[in-house]
C-alpha cells in the first residue's frame, strides 16, 4: 500500500504539506505544479513552489517531495525537470489533469487528453533527460470530454517511459462534481503494467477500500479528505477508522495560524485559515461553529481570540 499526499495549488502549499504529513501515514507528497511555457526557470522558481527543496526534499516530518511540472513543450518540460531534480525533488510528476480553462488555452493540462501522442512526447522527453533512477510518474484524468482516449492516454504514458501514473477518476468534463468513477480505473489497471495510483473522493477508511475493491489496486492519493481529516492517511494504513476528535484538530489550527503569521500578509492569512475551516466543516461540526464566528471576520486580533 502507498499513500501519497495529492498537488492542490493553493490548498496544499508547503504550510499545509507539513501539517498534514506530520501525522503520519503518508510515503510521498506532490508539489504544486510549475508551469512551464518555454523557458528553463531560475532555482527561485522552485524553491517558491517547493520550499522543501532547501529541506533534502522532504517536509519536516521527513515525507519526501515530488515536484510536479506542467506544460506541453517536451524539450522545456525536460530541461526544467533537470533542474527540478538537480535541486533534490524526489523524482518529477506531470500533470496531464489540470481542468483550468486559462491552463488548457496554453494547451496544458487535462487538454492534452485529447492527444495521446503530446503525452508520449512529453513524458519520454522527461524521461530521458533525468537520470534512470529518478521516478517519472503522470497524474491524468479518466479523459477530456470522456473516456475514448483512456486506455491509449495510459499507454502513451506507460510507453514514454512513466514509473506510475495516478488517475483521478473523473473525465475533465466531470470536474471535481461526486461520484468519482473508480471502476473506470480497474480497466486502465488491466492495461497497463506500471504501478496506478487510484485518485478522487477518498475520504475515509471505508471509502479506501471500496475505492481498492473497485479500482484493482491498493496505491492511492489522497486530496481534499485529508485536508477536512487530516489523520486520514494513518487511519488507512492501521485500518482504524476512528473519527479524528476535535480536540485533535483544533492545536492543528492554531499551529497553522502561527505558521502563516510569519510569511503572509493578515488578509491573505485570514483567507488560508478560512480555507481551511471551510473544508474541516464539512466533516466536523465544530468547525461549523468556528466557521459562523469567523467567516466575516477580518480583524486579526479577534481572529486570534476565537482561536
Ligand atoms: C484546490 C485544488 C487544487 C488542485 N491543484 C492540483 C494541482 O496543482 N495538480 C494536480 O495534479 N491536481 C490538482 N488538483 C486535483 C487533486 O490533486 C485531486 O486529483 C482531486 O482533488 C481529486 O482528489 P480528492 O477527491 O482526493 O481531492 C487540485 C484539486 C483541488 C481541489
Redesign the pocket.
Known amino acids: 500500500m502507498r499513500l501519497i499526499l495529492?498537488?492542490?495549488?493553493?490548498?496544499?502549499d508547503v504550510h499545509m504539506r507539513r501539517l498534514i504529513t506530520a501525522q503520519g501515514g503518508f510515503d510521498w507528497s506532490?508539489s504544486?505544479?510549475v508551469r512551464v511555457v518555454d523557458q528553463l526557470y531560475p532555482a527561485r522558481v522552485f524553491y517558491n513552489m517547493c520550499p522543501e527543496l532547501r529541506n533534502g526534499g522532504r517536509t519536516d516530518s521527513g515525507t519526501p517531495v515530488r515536484v510536479?511540472l506542467?506544460g506541453s513543450e517536451p524539450e522545456a518540460m525536460a530541461a526544467n525537470a533537470v533542474r527540478a531534480v538537480a535541486l533534490g525533488s524526489f523524482g518529477i510528476d506531470i500533470?496531464f489533469?489540470?481542468p483550468s480553462r486559462t491552463v488548457n488555452r496554453r494547451k496544458g493540462g487535462a487538454v492534452m487528453l485529447q492527444e495521446p501522442e503530446s503525452l508520449y512526447r512529453v513524458v519520454s522527453a522527461v524521461r530521458a533527460a533525468v537520470p534512470a533512477e529518478v521516478v517519472v510518474s503522470a497524474?491524468m484524468r479518466l479523459g477530456f470530454d470522456d473516456t475514448s482516449l483512456m486506455l491509449d492516454n495510459a499507454a502513451a504514458i506507460e510507453t514514454a517511459g512513466a514509473t506510475e501514473l495516478t488517475v483521478?477518476a473523473r473525465t475533465r468534463r466531470q470536474g471535481?462534481a461526486p461520484p468519482?468513477h473508480w471502476h473506470e480505473l480497474a480497466r486502465i489497471r488491466e492495461h497497463i503494467r506500471i504501478p496506478l495510483i487510484a485518485?478522487?473522493?477518498?475520504?475515509s477508511v471505508d471509502d479506501y477500500h471500496r475505492c481498492v475493491a473497485a479500482a484493482g489496486t491498493i496505491d492511492v492519493?489522497?486530496?481534499?479528505?485529508a485536508v477536512r481529516m487530516p489523520s486520514l492517511a494513518r487511519q488507512i494504513r492501521d485500518n482504524t477508522p476512528v473519527e479524528a476528535p476535535w480536540a485533535s484538530i483544533e492545536p492543528l489550527l492554531h499551529d497553522f495560524w502561527c505558521q502563516l503569521s510569519a510569511v503572509l500578509s493578515p488578509r491573505d492569512r485570514i483567507g488560508r485559515l478560512r480555507q481551511w475551516v471551510n473544508y474541516l466543516r464539512q466533516r466536523h461540526p465544530e468547525a461549523e461553529v468556528l466557521w459562523q464566528q469567523i467567516r466575516q471576520e477580518t480583524d486579526v486580533q479577534k481572529l486570534e481570540g476565537v482561536l
Not at 485518485?199 to 475520504?203: H, K, T, V
Not at 492519493?221 to 479528505?225: D, K, S
Request: with cysteine; aromatic share 6%.
Open positions: 495529492a498537488p492542490m495549488e493553493g490548498l496544499a506532490v504544486e505544479f510536479q506542467l500533470n489533469g489540470c497524474k483521478h471535481y468519482a485518485n478522487g473522493d477518498i475520504c492519493m489522497l486530496g481534499r479528505g
